[in-house]
Each structure stands twice: as C-alpha cells, then as structure tokens.
C-alpha cells in the first residue's frame, strides 16, 4: 500500500515545514525583521493557516533558529543561521542572554555596563558569562575612540564601524598625526605635479654685469660655484612652472587621487574615497588646493610671497593683478586677457 502522507499538524509535516520556512527565512538579509503576514505570504505554510504557522515558529524558537522581538504590542521574528544556533545550544542561559545582546549590537558593540543594566545580572555572573564566551571566541573586547575609557564587546568575527575605531587615522585609539601629515603632503605633491607645466627662462636668468676697464692684471680665477642645501637643482634652475590654459580639464578628481595613492607604497592601508575627501578637505581649508569643476577636480594654489612683519599693502597687490597666477599668459589677443578675466569680476563684484 502507499504511504499516506501526514496531515498539515502531525509532526512529521511540521518539521519540513519549518525546515522549508528557515530556508526561505535564510534567503533574506541576516537583519531582516519578519511579520506574520511575511511568513505566510511565502508560500510554505498550506494555506495560510495561521495555527501551522506558530507549531513550526515554536520549533524554530526552541532550536534557537529563530528568535522573537516586540515591536509594540507586534511580534517580529529574525532566523538565526543553524552556525550560530549550535553556539546558543552550547551556552547556558546567563551566557546566550548576554551574547543575544551582543549580537544584535552589530559593529558598533555594546558597552558592558549597557549589558549588566538590561539584564540585571550580577557582577559575578557577568564576569563568568564574559570570560567563558571570550575564551571560545565568540565575543571580544574593543576599544572606542569615542569612550576610550568603556569597555565595548562585540562579536569576535565582527571588524569594528569606522565610528568606533576612528577609521585609518587612528592606532589603538590615538590619531596618528604622522600618518595623516605624510599622506597630506603626498597629495599636494601630486596635486601641484598636475596643476602647472615646465617652460625654460627665456632671456638670461641673471642680470648683465658692467664691463671692466681692462687692465694689465691677470684675473683670478672664479670660484667654483656650489648649490647650496635647500637650493634647487641646477637642472631646474632655468625651469619656471606656469599654470595649464584656462580651458584645460585635466586637473586630478578624486577618484584618480585615490586610485594613484592606492598604488603608491606610501601606505599599506586600503584608503577609501571617503578618507581620501578628508584629507583634500586639509589643504583646502590650508589653502593649499582649491575646488574646480563644479566641485569635481582639485587643483594646486600658488602661495604668494610672505610679506614683512608691519609691511603695508597697496591697490596693486589686492587686486587680481598683482597676484594673478596666469599673468604670463594675459594679453589682448591671447587666452586670457581684462576682456574674459573671471578672477577680475569675481574682484569686482566683492
């Protein structure tokens, strides 16, 4: 005879049933919060009955694969991956209440005072229950840059938020302000490497000396000249950086920053658009670098020439001219002139 198969209540069914609601539980994010309606819209419970429904979310509840929150006077449910529901089956209750608190505070952690008061424990059971579940790795301590003096737990195979580690500028808690002024400078090197281009002095780069009467004397020999430290090659000596045309589009965007540093050795760490923004943000409240193309592009700023201590300034030296970085390039029928000058208007119209 053929087996008859067993109705929706019996056991038998019931166990593939909630086998088969885990499954599709498990096919959504690990931080998905369930209704009822969600579990029976997903067409594993025969006919919507609502009576399967709690016989198969009781046996997910007692085999720790599902676990239950109150929203309100709603009752929401979370699956509970079958890994970590062997690790709640090996814990005593102290220890799974405490590690259910843990869990569900993500990346951010848990400070253990948060933990003691929303379980009510006692400091002896909260320091057994922590040092059993550290010793089998399943939580670990962590330092917060912004409670350097908490102690925060979280899961042991969890990295940390940028919020309480502080991101790539920090080590163990302290800024590492080494690291953010090498990176800093890095960048302005590069930014500064694409922001002007190389032409020869033209014209001698000294002054013409006035011709000596000649005399019977025999001249003596000129001393040897030696670049002083500091001072700038002899090969660059008769090189001047001039600005790129105003209709140039190639000044380094973000991205490329990024990239470029990436593949730098300047660092081992993996650094983000996001980081990488922050240190542009530096040279550009420095004024080291300013905004183009619509925010899109950086492009390196010529520093003026430190003025003496109680020198005064003058009309020349306000105004755009005076300290125009495209001067060389002003003229009446060349690329910039007084005609299309953007830097004179935008003078004017302070």
């Given amino acids: 005879m053929a087996a008859v198969p067993a109705a929706a209540g019996e056991p038998s069914s019931i166990k593939e049933l909630k086998n ?59 699956v509970v991956k079958k890994v970590d529901a062997d690790r709640y089956q090996s814990m005593t209750a102290d220890e799974a209440m405490i590690y259910s608190y843990i869990e569900s505070s993500g990346r951010e952690g848990i400070w253990s005072r948060t933990i003691k008061n929303k379980t009510n424990f006692h400091q002896s059971i909260m320091t057994r229950s922590i040092k059993s579940l550290e010793g089998r790795n399943y939580i670990k301590s962590i330092k917060s840059v912004k409670w350097p003096t908490r102690i925060i737990y979280m899961l042991a195979h969890l990295t940390p938020s940028e919020d309480v580690t502080g991101g ?19 960048i302005e ?23 000596k009467t000649p005399t019977t004397k025999t001249p003596a020999p000129e001393p040897r000249r030696v670049d002083s430290v500091g001072q700038k090659p002899r090969s660059e000596q008769n090189i001047r950086y001039l600005p790129h045309a105003p209709n140039y589009a190639s000044y380094p965007t973000l991205a490329e920053i990024v990239a470029w540093l990436n593949q730098t050795n300047i660092t081992t760490v993996t650094l983000e658009e996001e980081h990488v923004r922050q240190l542009l943000d530096i040279l550009y409240y420095d004024r080291k670098i300013e905004k183009i193309g619509g925010d899109t592009a950086y492009k390196a700023v010529r520093p003026l020439p430190a003025a003496k201590e109680g020198a005064t300034t ?37």
Avoid at 316 to 325: D, H, I, K, Q
């Fill in 20 to 78: 088969a609601l885990h499954t599709r539980c498990s096919q959504a994010p690990s931080d998905k919060l369930f209704t009822q309606e969600d579990l029976l819209d997903m067409g594993v419970i025969p006919d919507r009955d609502p009576a399967v429904l709690i016989q198969c979310v009781n046996e997910l509840l007692g085999e720790k694969l599902m676990n239950v929150l109150i929203k309100g006077s709603l009752p929401l449910w979370r």
């Fill in 168 to 186: 790539p500028w920090f080590t163990d808690g302290e800024l590492d302000t080494d690291f953010v002024e090498v990176l800093t400078k890095q």
């Fill in 189 to 211: 090197k590069y930014i500064i490497s694409k922001s002007f281009r190389k032409a020869p002095v033209v014209g001698p780069t000294h002054p013409a000396k006035k011709a």
């Fill in 314 to 350: 003058n009309g020349l030296s306000e105004a755009p001219c005076g300290r125009c970085p495209v001067f060389m390039l002003c003229e009446d029928d060349g690329p910039v002139s007084a005609r299309n000058c953007d830097y004179f208007r935008d003078w004017l119209e302070m």
